[in-house]
């Protein structure tokens, strides 16, 4: 079993910034890609940024500049430095991960419980 243990969300006036973490554990070889998805209310759920082992990282045209995603693979965590921050970013951010369970495992996917950002004009 995996569990993603998100932390760093709350509410924030615009302009302001924000760290979200996110740490894994449990039942992982190895962890391939690690991103970010946001959901506002009536809205479809949206990549913010990934990062893959190893590559570089990717970011939604609406966060560029803005929003810079890290990971500690050490520590099984990514994080997402999020700055200038608009209302328009008010949203649950999910943690988003693929890993292997073991070396033979093909990758799996695996969802954050969210944590909410609000960002007051």
């Known amino acids: 079993q995996v569990q993603l243990v998100e932390s760093g969300g709350g509410l924030v006036q615009a302009g302001g910034s924000l760290r979200l973490s996110c740490a894994a554990s449990?039942?992982?070889?190895?962890?391939?890609?690690m991103a970010w998805y946001r959901q506002a209310p009536g809205n479809k759920r949206e990549m913010v940024a990934i990062i893959p082992s190893g590559g570089s990282a990717n970011y939604a045209d609406s966060v560029k500049g803005r929003f810079t995603i890290s990971r500690d693979d050490a520590k099984m965590t990514v994080y997402l430095q999020m700055s200038s921050l608009k209302p328009d970013d008010t949203a649950v951010y999910y943690c988003?991960?693929?890993?292997?369970?073991?070396?033979?495992?093909?990758?799996?996917?695996?969802w954050g419980q969210g944590t909410q950002v609000t960002v007051s004009s």
């Open positions: 988003y991960v693929t890993y292997k369970p073991t070396r033979w495992d093909m990758p799996r996917n695996y």
């Open positions: 449990g039942s992982i070889f190895n962890i391939v890609d």
